[in-house]
């Protein structure tokens, strides 16, 4: 089929769709507009039909590691205990803010108070034996950014990484081997950017500001949409937002104290829960494993476990030494550990059906301002105000030598799944293809029930003891 009759199909299916859907006057404006009297006018879904069916081709990676957290089962009474052996540290130009592991596990990035981000290899830095130079594992640097690198998030299918900056910008930045690149794209805001989560299936990226309300951006589009209800804003600016592992919600918090669950698929607003540490900020909130948990840390210098379904916390966390900590903590090890510091700067391991500290390691000589731990690869990342990141493994492929766990899980990593299935995103790849251009997503901002049909279907190893020091310029 050529051009013209390609295009003469398309225009008629929008023509037929826009009829079906009630917008009559449209349709005709379109058809008279486009010159062709011969476009078919009559009402029909077949546009909407097709793109449904391509979606759905479309598979989603998603995280398998195991059945994760509940604390519904019984389990008999255990001791945890988790020892983490620390590989490497890597001296820094300037303190590290973020950190993010790629879907695999196979690189991490990290963004510095600097602007500046650099990405690593994990297996050089991980489970190497000797590490010469600290620049042998560096896989890519990127200094665009003016202030600091408020969060990253790699691409789930595709080798692109997206960085969210104090200087108002998001950038995507393409992973091709060339060591030093430039942002593919850069979509300016109107505040600093303080969080960004990519969808499973990589065609969505969420997007938080310093602002009451949540973004989203079609990949392939980088068109912006909004929640439709003024009402389910938060009632202060958000600091940290995620997606659940299978793409159908999204979970945020705010300075404000509150966290609420959106729907992503019509961002409406599920279920608020207020005043979870009196009017204490919220600095950061995760999903668990099997997405019926959200780990939420505060300034409080205390943890709260949620439990979705009941609507309400099911335990917290706290200890004498962590009165001023601010660094959000993670899950671990198939979410039966939680990953966290104190007032020392040291990591603290918690057990976290028990809610007891299990272990500690003293490593960082100041405050930690990062966590950041891989499922796939058993890795732990940790950053100090020392400029120092630190690197941590498990000494065995056993994660937790523990009777909580009646049964051992095999972890499929996500290696193993793009194997059986990868799916390309054309609208990503070929902007990741494309010159650096600049946007205003104020200037296109719609609510996402426009979107709503376009993002329904959219839904160890051994190593030997010992540190090393490499200092990174």
């Known amino acids: 089929m050529d051009d013209v009759l390609a295009k003469h199909e398309l225009y008629s299916m929008m023509i037929q769709q826009l009829q079906a859907d009630g917008y009559g006057t449209v349709a005709q404006q379109l058809k008279v507009q486009s010159g062709d009297v011969s476009l078919n006018a009559g009402p029909s879904s077949q546009l909407f039909d097709r793109y449904k069916d391509e979606i759905r081709q479309k598979p989603i990676i998603t995280k398998a590691y195991g059945p994760g957290l509940n604390l519904e089962a019984p389990v008999p009474p255990a001791e945890l205990q988790v020892e983490f052996v620390q590989k490497a540290s890597l001296s820094q130009s300037s303190p590290c803010q973020s950190f993010a592991f790629s879907n695999d596990g196979s690189l991490f990035a990290v963004g510095l108070s600097s602007g500046k981000i650099i990405v690593y290899s994990t297996e050089q830095v991980a489970f190497q034996a000797e590490l010469v130079s600290g620049t042998t594992a560096i896989v ?10 408020s969060d990253l998030a790699f ?10 900056s104090h200087d108002k910008t998001i950038r995507i930045f393409k992973l091709d081997g060339a060591g030093v690149g430039q942002a593919v794209r850069t979509i300016e805001e109107a505040c600093s950017v303080n969080s960004i ?9 969420a997007v938080a500001c310093e602002h009451v309300t949540p973004r989203l951006y079609n990949t392939e589009t980088w068109q912006c949409y909004r929640p439709p209800s003024f009402e389910d804003e938060h009632s202060g600016p958000i600091v940290k937002l995620a997606f659940s592992s299978d793409g159908s919600q999204l979970i945020s918090c705010c300075r404000a ?17 207020s005043s979870l540490f009196g009017s204490t900020p919220i600095t950061f909130v995760q999903f668990s494993s099997n997405d019926q948990y959200v780990l939420v ?3 409080a210098g ?4 949620l439990d979705l379904d009941k609507g309400h916390a099911v335990a917290s966390y706290q200890s004498d030494d962590t009165q001023t900590v601010t660094c959000p903590a993670v899950f671990g ?9 104190n007032d020392q700067g040291s990591v603290v391991v918690w057990n976290t059906r028990l809610e007891q500290q299990a272990n500690v390691d003293s490593s960082h000589a100041t405050p930690l301002s990062a966590l950041c731990y891989s499922s796939s690869r058993r890795v732990l990342l940790s950053a100090g105000t020392d400029r120092t990141v630190r690197c941590w493994v ?15 899980v095999e972890v499929k990593t996500e290696a193993q799944e793009s194997t059986a299935a990868e799916p390309g995103v054309d609208g990503v790849q070929a902007e990741v293809e494309a010159e650096e251009v600049g946007t205003n997503p104020s200037a296109n901002a719609n609510t996402v029930e426009q979107d709503a049909a376009s993002s329904t279907e959219a839904n160890g190893q051994s190593t030997q003891d010992g540190a090393m020091d490499v200092k990174v310029e």
């Open 333 to 341: 090890a198939n979410d039966d550990v939680i990953i966290w510091t």
């Open 197 to 205: 989560s990519f969808h499973p299936s990589g065609y969505f990226l």
């Open 155 to 164: 691409h789930p299918t595709l080798p692109v990484l997206a960085a969210a």
């Open 297 to 299: 840390s505060s300034l």
């Open 302 to 305: 205390k943890l709260i476990l």
């Open 394 to 408: 498990h000494p065995g492929s056993n994660v937790v030598k523990t009777q909580v766990a009646q049964a051992a």
């Open 140 to 149: 890519a640097t990127f200094s665009e950014n003016s202030a600091a690198i």
């Open 257 to 273: 104290g509150s966290v609420k669950l959106w729907s992503a698929v019509s961002l409406r607003c599920l279920k608020t829960f």
